[in-house]
């Protein structure tokens, strides 16, 4: 069964139709990924797949269920979460606390270090901060654990975009361009971790301009434009499709 299905997804903004029809299918544990030009409705998908915008028609299975009408918030605890191209990390939280507000269990009262708790809250909190620090850890993230999240490089806050999302412990991760002004170390540091957690069994949807960066990790590619699927398949196959050339080379 598919982890992830998506049929027919339309979704307009006024007259213009941003996503077109759109269908595809992820399997457990599968990396697919997704080109295409600036405005072909990649992102506005990826709104569609997580439930920030809900399409205007089609229909978006997960294991199965109809989940086309679910708020992100109930797709993310069944396991469907997302990252944004722009990062939007709290950029006067340190890193530490924008992982700790990612996670659906925590309190207002966590963060501002309310004298009353019970003894339960404290001790539920203690299992965050030690989850968050694992997170961390993983990212190579601890140096910077106290640091605002405002002052770190692009690739940093893209790393630190994917740990607010690991704190949901999710099944499945659509990532937006998490290469975008990304320098090359840490285009290949990022490529490592989402290596490692496909390792684990995690399946992703990665939209990317980096071609080569992400050929390297889909093992499947979809090109989209003006909303519509406009190639897909083998990675290196579908990028010398001549329809993709021409799209690529603005035909
Ligand atoms: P991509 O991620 O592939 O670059 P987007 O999904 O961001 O493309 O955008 C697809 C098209 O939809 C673009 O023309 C964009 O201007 C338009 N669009 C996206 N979001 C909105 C919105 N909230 N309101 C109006 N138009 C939008
Ligand atoms: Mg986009």
């Not at 997804?9 to 029809?21: E, K, M, P």
């Not at 999302?165 to 659509?174: K, Q």
Request: glycine share 10%; with cysteine; aromatic share 4%.
């Amino acid at each position: 069964m598919s982890l992830l299905q998506a049929q027919d997804i339309t979704r307009r903004f006024g007259g213009f139709t941003a996503v077109d029809g759109v269908s595809l299918s992820l399997a457990p544990a599968e990396v697919l990924g997704i080109a295409g030009t600036n405005g072909a409705g990649k992102s506005t998908l990826f709104a569609s797949l997580a439930g920030q915008q809900l399409p205007d028609s089609g229909q978006i299975r997960w294991l199965g269920q109809d989940i086309s009408q679910a708020p992100p918030h109930q797709r993310a605890r069944a396991g469907l979460v997302r990252t944004f191209q722009v990062p939007r990390e709290f950029k006067s939280l340190s890193v530490l606390d924008n992982l700790l507000v990612a996670a659906p269990q925590v309190r207002a009262e966590t963060l501002l270090g309310t004298f009353w708790t019970s003894s339960a809250a404290r001790q539920q909190e203690r299992a965050l901060v030690e989850k968050a620090e694992q997170v961390l850890e993983f990212l190579n993230l601890s140096r910077v654990r106290d640091t605002l999240a405002g002052g770190l490089s692009g690739g940093q806050k893209k790393l630190v975009e994917l740990g607010r999302v690991l704190m949901l412990e999710p099944r499945c991760i659509l990532l937006d361009e998490p290469f975008a002004g990304v320098n090359p170390v840490l285009i290949d540091e990022i490529s490592e971790r989402i290596r490692q957690l496909h390792a684990r069994g995690l399946a992703f949807i990665i939209i990317e301009h980096h071609l080569q960066a992400l050929k390297a990790l889909a093992g499947r590619l979809i090109v989209m434009d003006r909303g519509r699927i406009l190639a897909e398949g083998e990675p290196e196959a579908v990028l010398n499709d001549a329809r993709v050339q021409e799209a690529y080379m603005g035909g």
